[in-house]
């Protein structure tokens, strides 16, 4: 599973297997939690996160919402995603 994307100790990863299960998500590492998070409402479809982290993934996912959408496809077709600039 590719990185996508790293800040403030928060790791971004998509899996590019083809036809990863939708909705559309990212799966987000910070120290010991996991969190995956659906691109288009940001809803937690999984895991846990401290909120400070999680508002920040939820931030960045609103600012990338269509360069992630286009990763997503890239990895529905079996291709790795592009990185995507980090939260600043």
Same mark, same amino acid.
């Given at each position: 599973m590719p990185t996508i994307s790293m800040f403030f100790g928060i790791i971004v990863r998509m899996y590019f297997a083809p036809k990863e299960h939708n909705p559309p998500h990212v799966h987000a590492y910070y120290k010991d939690f996991r969190l995956t998070m659906n691109i288009i409402d940001c809803n937690v479809l999984d895991g846990e996160m401290p909120a400070r982290q999680?508002?920040?993934?939820?931030?960045? *996912? %609103?600012i990338h919402r269509d360069e992630l959408l286009a990763d997503w496809e890239?990895?529905?077709?079996?291709?790795?995603?592009?990185? *995507? %600039?980090?939260?600043?």
């Open positions: 999680s508002r920040m993934i939820q931030a960045w *996912i %609103e890239l990895c529905q077709n079996g291709e790795k995603p592009f990185n *995507i %600039e980090p939260l600043k």
